[in-house]
C-alpha cells in the first residue's frame, strides 16, 4: 500500500510538473503580439462609431460612378480574407471593408455587446459617416448573416446582396453558445500554431490559404482582445427566425457555396435560394466544386469572376 501510494504521489507531482512546464512554454511561446502601428495595419484608417472604434480599408476612390461595394468578414477572420477580390472590385468602383469590434485592428466593444442588431447598427453608422446611402453589399459567413438581415431590415439602403457560404440559417448557426465562460479566451491562448494551421486548411477543404494568410491569421489570434472579441461574439451573435427575415428581401443576391464546405453543408445554399427567390426575387446560385468555407481566399478564380459578373450586371438573373 505505501508504495502504490509512493508512486502515485510521485506521478501526480510529475503531471503537474508537466502542466507548469506546458503553462510556462505556452505563456512564452504564445504571448500576446500587438496589431496596431505594425505591417499589419499599414494603410488602414480608423472610425468611431458608437461603443467601438473601427479599423477600415477604402479602395477604389477614384471611381465615383459604380455603387459602392462594402465586404463583410467571417467570424475568427478579418478585413484582409478580401485582399484579392477588394483588388479586383476597387477597378471599377469604390469598396470599402472592415473589422467588425473584436476582430482585426478594430477595438473591443465598449458595452460588451456582439450582438446582430449591434454589428448591423455598426454598418448603419458606417455607411452614415462615409456618405452611402445605397450599397452592394457582400458577406461571409458570420458576414452573410449581417448583410442579409441588414437587407431585410434597411431594403432603401441596399441594391444588390452576396452572401458567402452565408451563416445563419441552420444547423450550427443555431447551437447556443450563450453558455460560454467568459474567461474562454484564456484557453484559446494555448491553442498551437499547428492546430490553428490545421484550422484554415480544414476550412479551405481541397484548396489551400496562401501561408501569408495563414501566418496573419495566427498572428491576430495571438492578440488577448481578439480572443476576448471571439468569445464574446459568439456569446451574443444570433440570427432571429431566419425563414422569416429572408422572405422579407426584394434584391437581386447571388449565392456562392463551396461544394465541401464542412461548415456549412451545401445543401444550405440550395435553401437559401428557394427562401429568397420569393414574388420573383432574383436568384443566383453559384457552387464551386472542390472549395470549402473561406472562398476568397482559396484562389477560386471562377468564383471572382462570378462576382464581377453580378454586381456589374443591371440586372441580375
Do not use: C
Not at 448573416?145 to 439602403?157: G, L
Not at 499547428?194 to 476550412?203: A, E, G, K, P, T
Not at 457555396?257 to 428557394?274: I, S
Amino acid at each position: 500500500m505505501a508504495f502504490l501510494w509512493k508512486w502515485s504521489v510521485r506521478l501526480l507531482i510529475a503531471v503537474l510538473m508537466l502542466l507548469l512546464l506546458f503553462a510556462l512554454y505556452g505563456g512564452y511561446a504564445y504571448r500576446d503580439h500587438q496589431l496596431r502601428a505594425t505591417e499589419f495595419s499599414r494603410g488602414v484608417s480608423y472610425l468611431n462609431v458608437g461603443p467601438a472604434e473601427i479599423a477600415y480599408r477604402a479602395d477604389g476612390m477614384d471611381h465615383t460612378d459604380g455603387t459602392p461595394v462594402i465586404l463583410l468578414h467571417a467570424m475568427f477572420f478579418h478585413m484582409g480574407m478580401w485582399d484579392d477580390w477588394a483588388r479586383e472590385l476597387a477597378r471599377s468602383r469604390p469598396v470599402y471593408r472592415f473589422d467588425v469590434p473584436g476582430h482585426g485592428l478594430s477595438s473591443l466593444a465598449e458595452d460588451g455587446d456582439y450582438s446582430l442588431q449591434s454589428t448591423m447598427n455598426t454598418l448603419q453608422a458606417f455607411m452614415d459617416h462615409h456618405g452611402i446611402d445605397k450599397a452592394i453589399l457582400v458577406g461571409a459567413s458570420m458576414g452573410g448573416a449581417t448583410m442579409f438581415n441588414f437587407a431585410a431590415k434597411y431594403p432603401e439602403r441596399v441594391e444588390k446582396l452576396v452572401l458567402v457560404n452565408s451563416g445563419g440559417l441552420e444547423g450550427h448557426d443555431k447551437a447556443n453558445s450563450s453558455g460560454l465562460p467568459d474567461g474562454a479566451y484564456w484557453v484559446l491562448r494555448y491553442l498551437p500554431d499547428w492546430s490553428l494551421n490545421h484550422f484554415v486548411d480544414w476550412l479551405t477543404a481541397d484548396n489551400r490559404a496562401s501561408d501569408a494568410f495563414k501566418s496573419g491569421f495566427i498572428h491576430t489570434f495571438r492578440n488577448l482582445d481578439i480572443r476576448r472579441g471571439i468569445i464574446g461574439r459568439m456569446q451574443d451573435f444570433k440570427s432571429p427566425d431566419t425563414e422569416t427575415v429572408l422572405a422579407e428581401i426584394q434584391v437581386p443576391t447571388l449565392v456562392m457555396w463551396g461544394e465541401k464546405n464542412p461548415q456549412l453543408p451545401v445543401a444550405q445554399a440550395e435553401r437559401f435560394k428557394t427562401l429568397l427567390a420569393h414574388d420573383g426575387n432574383p436568384v443566383t446560385l453559384r457552387i464551386y466544386p472542390g472549395a470549402g468555407h473561406l472562398l476568397p481566399v482559396e484562389g477560386m478564380e471562377p468564383a471572382i469572376q462570378d462576382l464581377l459578373a453580378f454586381v456589374d450586371q443591371e440586372n441580375a438573373e
